[in-house]
Every structure is written in C-alpha cells, then in structure tokens.
C-alpha cells in the first residue's frame, strides 16, 4: 500500500520553498502532517497546541483539519523562521501565533486543557515532558514525532529518545502507542479517567 499523502493543504508548497531559502531542514514530515490533519478533524471545535511553528508546514497540516470552530495555539522560539509561517497563515483566525521559548510558555500557560498536543521541539518533549501532558484534556492526544535517527542529530539524542520512551511507556494516564512510520511516532491518549 502506498502511504504516501493525497491531499495536501494549499500553502505547503509555498512553505516548503521558504523552508528551502531560509535552510530550515526541520519540517513536519508530509506522513505525519496527513496525520496531523486527520487527528484535528477527529475533534470539531477543538482546542490544539503545537510546540514548534518552524516555517508552518505541521501548521498548515492541522489548519487544513480543522473545522472553522477549532483553534489552535502554536509556539515557536525562532522569530524569523515563525515569520514564514505568520506571512502565510496570519490572516486565518483559528491560529494564534505565540514567539518565545516553549518551555517558559509551558511553565507559564494557565488557560484551558487541549484536545491535541504536537510537540515538534524539545520543549514539551525531550524538556518540559510533564507541563506539555499537564496539558492534553481527558481523552485528548499527545503525539510526538522525529524519534527514528535523524541526519544531525547529536550523539546523545538516542538516548534521549530512549528515556523520553520509556517515561511515556510508564505513564499509568496515558496509553501509549509507537508508530514505526514517517520519522518515527508515538501517540499517547489521556485516560478519561
């Protein structure tokens, strides 16, 4: 079967030629993003947070899922490269674009629980793990991506994947699922509970 995605929002091609300009190599994958769009449709007025706006592609995936009642919160620490992603996304409103360091946001945010949460950077991932599940709503999704070895990665980040694993794996709240896919997933649901 080939897995390969048939629909694709309309502002991923534009994104992706900003991404190559800039040097941004760091990119939702396209399988996670079909992903992506079909877990936001799985929840009509959903709240979603995505931890890592990069240049927008994993942005434009969710946005293209989303029902016109949903929102969505995305934080990314780099102001030049989320500007890729405001230029091209700015204008719809079920976005909000938050620039600043994700772990301070997370130690920060007080507000409602989310439906979703992509955590696409090291904040609410590798750092900052239990504030980022702290997060996800009973019955709401946590998924993580980019877990199979990647080109640059640092020698340690095996291991980092390897307790980042077996933490989730653990967790008696979550159930938890690796998908040996695209850059190599791990989707968690929140017990109801």
Not at 100 to 119: I, K, N, T
Not at 139 to 158: A, V
């Amino acid at each position: 079967m080939d897995d390969t995605p048939v629909r694709f929002p309309d502002a991923l091609p534009t994104l992706r030629a900003a991404a190559d300009d800039a040097g941004f190599a760091m990119s939702c994958e396209e399988r996670t993003g079909s992903l992506l769009a079909a877990f936001a449709a799985t929840r009509p007025g959903g709240r979603i947070l995505e931890l890592g706006t990069g240049v927008g592609e994993g942005t434009a995936w969710l946005l293209s899922g989303m029902d016109q009642a949903a929102r969505l919160v995305t934080v990314e620490l780099d102001t030049a490269v989320q500007a890729v992603a405001r230029q091209q996304l700015g204008t719809d409103p079920r976005v909000t674009f938050v620039c600043g360091d994700g772990g301070a946001w997370l130690e920060s945010y007080d507000g409602e629980p989310f439906d979703l949460v992509f955590a696409d950077t090291w904040p609410g991932k590798f750092t900052h793990l239990d504030q980022a599940l702290a997060l996800v709503a009973p019955g709401g999704t946590y998924l993580i991506d980019d877990l199979d070895p990647q080109p640059g990665w640092p020698e340690d980040h095996h291991a980092s994947v390897q307790r980042l694993l077996a933490e989730l794996d653990a967790r008696q709240d979550f159930r938890s699922v690796r998908l040996a896919w695209a850059s190599g997933l791990l989707m968690a649901v929140r017990s109801a509970a």
